[in-house]
């Protein structure tokens, strides 16, 4: 197992577009993560997933944001209208049920020009 | 309102010493912590761990303390060498699965 993977690593778009990361997560584990990371910052907590169903949902994540993970295994988090202040480093980790420690991946960077 | 905090920016340590990076917390409830280790484009990688039933836990160089009391923890790194160099968070862990992370703190050790 590689570890967890995040596609695309970086993408430059146009306020008013639309984007869409994957991520992919250790094959056992049946929690998955997406958090947020801005310049200076520690990473924040956007939403969870415990297999399929979507548990927690942050109010930093606006009504443009949605994440799914329809089988339980990979996840997309879509952003629409994009707007400047979604620029920031967005990071995805996957953990077991058994234990604390949560494994990230590289993270894609989005930058809205 | 930052729950976690740490309040150094960046520490500069020669090769061989230690390492001290400080965290603290405002919320007592938080019953788990967690240092993580990042270097630049790439995600945030666990280092180490700590219950709130304990005060100390080793690994290796890394050691972490945990003073309830304070509300105060620290990660030791000891002896320190250049490839430590790298931001460091720590996190806590308030329930059973969401991380609170502090803002950081880059380490840079010195050859």
């Known amino acids: 197992d590689t570890g967890v993977s995040q596609d695309p690593r970086h993408k430059i778009t146009k306020r008013g577009q639309n984007v869409t990361f994957r991520c992919d997560p250790i094959?056992?584990?049946?929690?998955l993560y997406w958090y947020r990371q801005t310049l200076g910052q520690g990473p924040e907590f956007l939403t969870y997933?415990?297999?399929?169903?979507?548990?927690?949902k942050s109010r930093l994540l606006s009504d443009r944001f949605s994440a799914e993970r329809p089988k339980g295994s990979f996840s997309t988090l879509e952003i629409q209208r994009t707007e400047q202040g979604d620029s920031a480093m967005y990071l995805c980790?996957?953990?077991?049920?058994?234990?604390?420690?949560?494994?990230f991946g590289p993270g894609t960077r989005l930058t809205v020009l | 309102d930052q729950q976690v905090k740490q309040n150094s920016p960046s520490l500069s340590v020669q090769e061989g010493r230690i390492s001290i990076l400080n965290c603290d917390y405002t919320n007592s409830m938080f019953d788990y912590f967690l240092w993580y280790k990042k270097y630049p484009a790439e995600g945030p990688t666990f280092l180490i761990s700590i219950s709130s039933i304990k005060d100390k836990n080793e690994d290796g160089r890394f050691t972490v303390f945990l003073n309830k009391s304070a509300k105060h923890l620290s990660l030791h790194i000891v002896p320190s060498q250049p490839g430590d160099s790298a931001v460091y968070f720590c996190?806590?862990?308030?329930?059973?699965?969401?991380?609170?992370f502090g803002t950081g703190t880059r380490l840079k050790v010195l050859a």
């Open positions: 996190a806590a862990l308030p329930g059973t699965y969401k991380y609170i």
């Open positions: 997933f415990q297999n399929e169903a979507q548990l927690e």
């Open positions: 094959s056992e584990h049946n929690r």
């Open positions: 980790a996957s953990s077991s049920l058994s234990l604390n420690e949560q494994f």
